[in-house]
Each structure stands twice: as C-alpha cells, then as structure tokens.
C-alpha cells in the first residue's frame, strides 16, 4: 500500500516537502524543480476557507492553450486534498509559472466536462489513470481562466 493513501501518516512529510518545493520555486521562478515529466509545476495562492490567510500551494498543472488545469488527485488518497476545498470556497487564486504569474478563476469541470478532457489529462500525466483507479472518488478536476 502507498503512504499517501493514510493522510495521516503522510501529511507531515507532505506539508514540510511543499514548503520546500515553494520556497525552491520562489527563489529560482521555478528553475529548479519547475517540472516533472515535461508538465510544469505551479504556485497557487489560495484563500484559506477557514483562516482567511493566504496559502502557497505547489501543484502539477497541464497547460491547455492560456488557461491551466489542476487535478485534486492526492495520489488517489481516499480523501480530496485540503486545498481543494479551499478552492471551491475562494475561486479566484494567483498561480505562478515559471517566472509568469496571473490572475486566475478556477472552476471545477463538470463531469461530463471531465469526462471530455481525461483523455488529454492522462496524456500529459499518466499517473492520474491509476489515481482514479485505486479511489473510489471521482477525481475533481479545476480549469483556471485568466481574470
């Protein structure tokens, strides 16, 4: 069994691993540790729903023309990452690109939107087929939009 399906045991490696992955990524815009298999990663800055406080959130992303798609996958974790619900409640983020930073809503693709765009999503990361697999979630996917 893969640690991140325990939350619980996993989430201090996770948030002390993320504070590393921004802190990396904001000194270098990303030069260093910006992608895995040819997708970039992203800085989200989102809205926290319960502290109000700004959150830094490094995250894989597929490019999709000039919009972006994040997916709440957590590594097929039986539960939907924290940060997604933080989404949910605060649509409109920063995201960080490399040296680009934007602007964005994010909207949580319906399912038949999702069903419509997987076969690109597991293109670009494979990964997230076996997510979905071993989850009995149906994996939210956002598309954020420039604002």
Known sequence: MYPWRKPELFKPLIKSLNRFHVWIYQKYDGKYIGEFNGLPFCLMKVKGRKTGKIITIA?????????YILVASQGGAKTNPIWYYNLKENPEIEMQVFSDRFKMKATELSEDEKNKLWPEIIEAYPGYENYQKVTNRNIPVFLCKKI
Not at 59 to 67: Q, W
């Open 59 to 67: 995250l894989l992303t597929i490019p999709l023309g000039d919009n």
